[in-house]
């Protein structure tokens, strides 16, 4: 059976030529393999055709037949590596905390330990009738979130 270790080797070559990084690689029974590619540019069908010719073209079919499927990581996939945070930097993102349900802003720092996002919400202010709008910057350890996951937005003309 191909490894995941495997499709990694030899997909390390087309990767640093500049374009993108792996985000997983998994191979199931029957040498299924699937790829999830991604760029700090953003990922195009052409880099996903791409890296897959180049993996075709290194595992030998009469050797060990497989099933091979490169694509990006759809925005309904959670973030997994410190790159795509940094990528994500300045867009809303949803977190799903641990132990303490969601919480939705916009991603404003990102290491390897922790994220930083800007939660706007309206609040009462004391001495005011109106709530306003407060902006508030709360920073949670990766270690806190079960995922994060990039929020679209459609906006209109």
Same mark, same amino acid.
Request: aromatic letters at 6%; charged letters at 30%.
């Given at each position: 059976?191909?490894?995941?270790?495997? @499709?990694?080797?030899?997909? &390390?070559?087309?990767?640093?030529?500049?374009?993108?990084?792996?985000?997983?690689? /998994?191979?199931?029974?029957?040498?299924? @393999? %699937?790829?999830?590619?991604?760029?700090?540019?953003?990922? %195009?069908?052409?880099?996903?055709?791409?890296?897959? /010719?180049?993996?075709?073209?290194?595992?030998?079919?009469?050797?060990?037949?497989?099933?091979?499927?490169?694509?990006?990581?759809?925005?309904?996939?959670?973030?997994?590596?410190? $790159?795509?945070? +940094? &990528?994500?930097?300045? /867009?809303?993102?949803?977190?799903?905390?641990?132990?303490?349900?969601?919480?939705?802003?916009?991603?404003?720092?990102?290491?390897?330990? %922790?994220?930083? @996002?800007?939660? /706007?919400?309206?609040? $009462?202010?004391?001495?005011?009738?109106?709530?306003?709008? +407060?902006?508030?910057?709360?920073?949670?350890?990766? %270690?806190?979130?079960?995922?994060?996951?990039?929020?679209?937005?459609?906006?209109?003309?």
């Amino acid at each position: 059976m191909i490894s995941a270790s495997h @499709i990694q080797t030899l997909a &390390k070559p087309f990767l640093e030529e500049g374009s993108g990084f792996l985000v997983d690689v /998994r191979v199931r029974e029957g040498n299924v @393999i %699937s790829v999830l590619l991604d760029d700090d540019e953003g990922t %195009s069908i052409e880099k996903c055709m791409a890296l897959s /010719r180049h993996l075709t073209s290194l595992l030998d079919r009469d050797e060990e037949d497989f099933s091979l499927d490169v694509s990006s990581p759809g925005l309904d996939q959670p973030l997994k590596l410190h $790159r795509q945070y +940094v &990528k994500n930097i300045g /867009r809303n993102v949803q977190l799903k905390l641990t132990d303490a349900g969601k919480v939705e802003g916009k991603l404003t720092k990102a290491s390897e330990e %922790s994220v930083t @996002i800007v939660i /706007r919400e309206k609040r $009462r202010i004391e001495g005011r009738k109106a709530k306003e709008w +407060v902006e508030e910057e709360q920073t949670y350890p990766l %270690s806190d979130l079960d995922w994060t996951k990039v929020q679209v937005s459609f906006k209109g003309n």
